[in-house]
């Protein structure tokens, strides 16, 4: 045992009282992650797949205003489009809200020739193809719900209903694709647009936004430019950017969630450090004879404080390292209903070592008043309360 | 040469306005081996002037040598230092930490030691089988009666050799049987290892135990009983 081997078995002594700071601390930053996690997945756009080779051409003043899908063969003729195929937002739900997964229709060859990074079986592409009510998931959406091909999947159209007014919307899963092996699952439900189109009760002619896959990723802003240019005096004005930076924009539609994160996080910190705070001064209280008796045996009043200052940092990092490894170890549960619409969401080693800063910092911050009174105890006063 | 010597020594303390004197010109030699009883009553200075001796306070006026060492020499770090080689503090309360076992317990004061931690344990481990609780090494305070708590505190009080033994009431906590057998372990100490024993205390039996007595009265000495 050393003087700072102290300090652990005092965090002990009130195993309860231990405890219950120990839990406060661990959801603190179980929540500190998450939204840490959150916010950088928000503001580094990040999706593993972005093509730098791809150009995501949206309306230029709302995600709500459908652009009209001939656009899609005027930006064809834009010197250095290769390919160009087009989406949009179903909305949807799928048995109950919780289960929330993008859904959009599209035209299955072009789309799937512009993401070539999204592998499926040719015969399953011709049976999406062919199939007026066919859909393909990813790989990943395929094992969260349990589906097969051939199952038929039903879903309420909460922003579209079909032209007899019905809200369900069935569909035939004819084939599920992968994503790269790195990447992140895309998480996408796809189906036929020209069945959406057909069927829907409004909206007709409209796609939410174009993919434009370039020859020349150097010469993407140039063509960026020259697209928007097409549509500058339309009433169906365009903003064309990189995908990765129109999920960027996608993200910020939701708010400035730096600032959301922050307000969030300062609140349950202010309130951390005040519980934590009166932790550590009730323990201090509780101990004050035997830091004297310690003091008479020689150890000097900085090290008395050390040790208390020690003990609160200790028990902050100790709760900081088991709500981050809790936040870690489940990081897949969060991942799954975030991922398809944030991007990747990791706790990586940079929000650990933020965590375990904030962890020390706090608790030099709790820690600091009662290591001040340890290090002003004086022996004779402290022993006659004690004998009081 | 006296192991302690206190000339003209005075204390007072001073509550809000009111300065309240505590000790008042005493003058004291103690002889190295002594087992010195310091008897009076409540408020009359006992406490305090133990508090002077183990370096644990300062006094308003006059000196306190200890060992050859003038404490008013030396500073708060020094004081500290000093009183973890020279002095062995016993507490009516024991004041054991109750987190950590008996053998840890005595460790304690040779933290602030060279010692390797395989060397701190065995000297531990001497002093509680010197007390009478070498088989009780591994049980907390909480697993102790008072009198083994009383016994673990005196270890640990000597467990770093000082020449010094200063206690305070270390029998007002404990019933009579289990007060002699820490008086009795008191004197052993001091006549079989050679500890020099100050103790403060009510009760003229614990007194009895002593080869010298002391009284204070209202911050003065007025009696020396042999």
Not at chain 1, 280 to 297: C, G, H, N, S, Y
Not at chain 2, 109 to 132: E, F, H, M
């Amino acid at each position: 045992m050393s003087a700072i081997g102290l300090v652990w078995p005092n965090l002990g002594r009130k195993p309860v009282r231990t405890v219950l700071t120990l839990m406060s601390l661990l959801v603190a930053f179980v929540l500190f992650t998450y939204l840490r996690a959150i916010a950088v997945a928000f503001t580094s756009g990040g999706f593993g797949e972005a093509g730098i080779d791809r150009l995501v051409v949206s309306p230029k003043y709302s995600i709500i205003d459908p652009l009209p899908v001939n656009h899609q063969r005027s930006i064809a003729t834009v010197p250095g489009v290769e390919a160009v195929t087009h989406a949009d937002w179903f909305g949807g739900i799928y048995q109950e809200p919780r289960n929330f997964f993008p859904k959009f229709p599209v035209d299955p060859e072009g789309y799937f020739s512009i993401y070539s990074e999204r592998v499926i079986a040719p015969e399953q592409l011709a049976a999406f193809r062919d199939t007026r009510t066919g859909a393909v998931v990813s790989a990943g959406l395929a094992e969260r719900f349990g589906w097969k091909i051939g199952d038929r999947i039903p879903i309420e159209g909460d922003i579209y209903p079909k032209r007899d007014g019905s809200r369900l919307w069935e569909f035939d899963l004819v084939g599920i694709y992968r994503g790269q092996p790195d990447d992140p699952d895309p998480g996408v439900f796809l189906f036929q647009y020209d069945y959406f189109d057909e069927a829907r009760q409004f909206g007709h002619g409209g796609v939410g936004w174009f993919i434009v896959r370039v020859g020349n990723p150097e010469k993407a802003a140039e063509i960026a430019s020259a697209i928007d240019a097409m549509f500058e005096n339309s009433i169906n004005a365009t903003r064309t950017a990189t995908e990765d930076d129109s999920q960027r924009e996608f993200a910020k539609q939701f708010g400035n969630i730096g600032l959301i994160t922050t307000g969030i996080l300062g609140a349950v910190f202010f309130t951390i450090l005040l519980l934590t705070a009166n932790t550590m001064a009730q323990a201090l209280r509780d101990r004050i004879p035997e830091l004297a008796v310690l003091k008479t045996f020689g150890f000097t009043d900085g090290t008395v404080g050390s040790l208390v200052l020690a003990e609160a940092i200790l028990l902050c990092v100790a709760g900081g390292a088991l709500g981050i490894g809790l936040a870690a170890g489940v990081q897949g549960f969060l991942s799954v209903y975030l991922e398809p619409v944030i991007g990747p969401i990791a706790v990586d080693w940079p929000i650990i070592a933020q965590g375990l800063a904030l962890a020390v910092l706090l608790g030099a911050i709790v820690g600091l008043v009662p290591a001040f009174s340890a290090w002003r105890l004086t022996i004779v006063d402290a022993l006659r309360e004690r004998q009081a | 040469m006296p192991i302690v010597s206190l000339k003209e020594v005075a204390k007072s303390y001073r509550k809000g306005r009111e300065v309240i004197d505590v000790l008042d010109g005493i003058d004291l030699d103690i002889e190295e081996g002594d087992f010195l009883a310091l008897m009076g009553p409540s408020g009359s200075g006992k406490t305090t002037l133990l508090n002077l001796i183990g370096g644990l306070d300062n006094p308003t006026e006059g000196s306190v040598v200890v060992g050859g060492q003038t404490l008013g020499d030396l500073s708060g770090k020094g004081l500290a230092r000093w009183r973890s080689r020279n002095i062995g503090f016993v507490f009516q309360f024991y004041n054991l930490l109750p987190v950590l076992n008996a053998l840890r317990n005595v460790e304690l004061p040779l933290l602030l030691t060279n010692l390797s931690g395989a060397q701190r344990r065995k000297n531990a481990q001497t002093a509680l089988t010197i007390v009478g609780l070498g088989d009780r090494a591994s049980h907390k305070p909480g697993e102790l009666s008072g009198g083994q708590q009383q016994r673990v505190a005196i270890a640990r009080a000597i467990v770093a050799d000082p020449a010094l033994l200063v206690c305070d009431e270390p029998t007002g906590d404990l019933d009579r049987e289990t007060a002699e057998e820490i008086l009795d372990l008191l004197g052993i100490l001091n006549r079989e290892h050679g500890k020099t024993v100050i103790m403060v205390t009510h009760d003229p039996k614990a007194a009895d135990h002593a080869s010298h007595i002391l009284h204070l009265d209202k911050g003065q000495l007025v009696e020396q009983a042999a």
